[in-house]
């Protein structure tokens, strides 16, 4: 019944920034984790960005410095903003929730565009 929805999304020039949202809707309970990953077509999907309840937080090493991750469990929302944007991130970002139980929930992805 959970669901997820991303906004923020849209076309940028390269070093340009974009702030993505994401919102729960129905009741999640046990929130570990939340996160984004990201897809371009035809190839495989990449993880971004994760946060824990605790604040803990993780980049891949192409985002370390340029995204940041924030997020609130008990909310069920998670953002992601990302500065220096480059034509290498344009992709369907999606947010994800990782429920104690090890369920996986996932939006429909906001598109992400960087170009010139």
């Known amino acids: 019944q959970v669901q997820l929805v991303e906004s923020g999304g849209g076309l940028v020039q390269p070093g340009g920034s974009l702030t993505l949202s994401c919102a729960a809707s129905?009741?999640?309970?046990?929130?570990?984790?939340m996160g984004w990953y990201r897809r371009t077509p035809g190839t495989q999907r990449e993880l971004v960005a994760t946060i824990t309840g605790d604040g803990s937080t993780w980049y891949r090493n192409s985002a370390k410095g340029r995204f940041t991750i924030s997020g609130n469990s008990a909310k069920g929302t998670v953002a992601l903003q990302m500065n220096g944007l480059e034509p290498e991130d344009t992709a369907v970002y999606y947010c994800?929730?990782?429920?104690?139980?090890?369920?996986?929930?996932w939006g429909q992805g906001t598109q992400v565009t960087v170009s010139s």
């Open positions: 129905g009741r999640v309970v046990g929130i570990y984790t």
């Open positions: 994800g929730v990782h429920i104690s139980n090890g369920t996986f929930y």
